[in-house]
């Protein structure tokens, strides 16, 4: 069978499925995905899925997995990111039993002073990932101890202490090849976090847990995690304090992401500006620590959201709103640059799009290295035109898509 090398992905797959006689239903049911899921990605709205979907979505249409991919089974590799030097580390400290004994265990402020120090060291650092690397495994060994020697309310501290910090470890797992892990820690995140009974463990919790299943697509159950913990939350925000209050937030623009991925404008701009509102009811300087929610995010996730329904000119528009070194988070500010990067990337701007991920390579290389949109924007741009070509191999170059 040939092998569509004319088309996208996108098309490639619509081909295959309609020739199959499958609807994007059966064809998503047989995946483990939705039809949305797959109308997005016929649609090219979203990246191409790594090779083992590929692997599975192949056996379902009954074509070779190489056909299916095309181009993509050359690029799959250096599009989808590289795996950490410290990814084996971090493995063996998340698959490590933990078991209690007699010895005295870390105070529990010892621990919350280095997961702090983590979180800090996350979103000053240039090699955010690298640090975070180093930290992790003695950190979740000792948290996880802690947890299991601890008994009564210092035990539930000591759970959300947990949740938090397989929170972390999730943010450096982010964009490596390494989904089973993801999602393992996402799940123990929330079960720990449940056992802590405290609202702002579950509300972080919840808001790792719904990025797990967005970029996994599934939408709806990403979007019925969000909605639950809202509503059992929504209670309780107005008077648990500036965190919580910044947590819901938070949530509330999870629910805004995910309605911008399925394609729903008027929800997504809903939620958005529910998620504003109660920005605009926090400290002028407040700045949430883990899911940088404040009102200085606001405009960057205005640009996600108009992204994230194709509208590239209202992302543009957005982004001139903002100056993004208001952002104080260095990652944070890069994934917001890859954002814009991408808009005028949709506007057919190449070179605005390629002066945008370089200043995003300058704010954290680690972050442009390991971001899907980025890699595969900067390789499409190495055959863009000349004006562009030279920044965008030298860029090709620093975050590992050439040698």
Not at 350 to 362: I, M, P, W
């Amino acid at each position: 069978m040939e092998s569509l090398p004319e088309l996208t992905f996108g098309q490639r797959l619509k081909v295959y499925r309609e020739r199959s006689g499958k609807t994007r239903a059966v064809l998503g049911g047989l995946v483990g995905r939705s039809a949305e899921w797959v109308k997005a990605v016929e649609t090219d709205r979203i990246l191409p899925p790594r090779i083992h979907m590929l692997d599975r979505i192949a056996r379902a249409l009954k074509v070779d997995v190489s056909a299916l991919a095309g181009e993509l089974s050359d690029r799959s590799a250096v599009v989808n990111g590289p795996e950490h030097p410290a990814l084996a580390s971090v493995r063996d400290a998340v698959n490590r039993v933990v078991l209690a004994d007699d010895a005295e265990p870390e105070s529990l402020a010892g621990l919350r002073e280095r997961l702090a120090m983590a979180w800090r060291a996350r979103h000053q650092a240039s090699d955010h990932r690298t640090v975070l690397g180093g930290l992790l495994p003695r950190l979740l060994h000792d948290v996880q101890r802690a947890a299991l020697v601890y008994e009564g309310v210092e035990r539930r501290q000591a759970q959300s202490l947990l949740a938090e910090t397989f929170g972390l470890t999730q943010m450096f797992l982010a964009y490596q090849p390494a989904a089973e892990l993801l999602w393992r820690v996402a799940d123990r995140a929330m079960v720990a976090a449940q056992d802590s009974g405290e609202p702002e463990a579950v509300a972080l919790a919840a808001w790792f847990l719904c990025q797990v299943h967005r970029d996994a697509g599934d939408w709806d159950t990403a979007m019925v995690v969000t909605q639950d913990v809202l509503s059992a939350l929504e209670p309780r925000a107005a008077d648990g304090g500036t965190n919580l209050l910044a947590l819901w937030g938070a949530l509330n623009f999870e629910a805004a992401y995910t309605a911008a991925r399925a394609g729903e404008e008027g929800r997504a701009w809903r939620y958005w500006d529910r998620a504003d509102r109660v920005a605009q009811r926090l400290p002028e300087d407040f700045y949430q620590p883990q899911t940088s929610f404040s009102r200085v995010i606001m405009n960057a996730h205005a640009v996600t959201v108009a992204v994230e329904l194709q509208k590239a000119g209202e992302a543009v528009r957005q982004a001139r709103r903002h100056d993004s070194a208001a952002i104080p988070s260095r990652p944070r500010r890069a994934r917001h640059l890859i954002e814009v990067a991408r808009a005028h990337y949709g506007k057919d701007d190449k070179e605005a799009a390629v002066a945008t991920l370089r200043q995003a390579y300058e704010s954290a290389p680690e972050t442009i290295r390991f971001n899907g949109y980025a890699r595969q924007i900067t390789l499409d741009l190495l055959d863009g035109p000349r004006s562009t070509r030279d920044d965008a191999r030298d860029l090709a170059v620093k975050v590992g898509l050439l040698s």
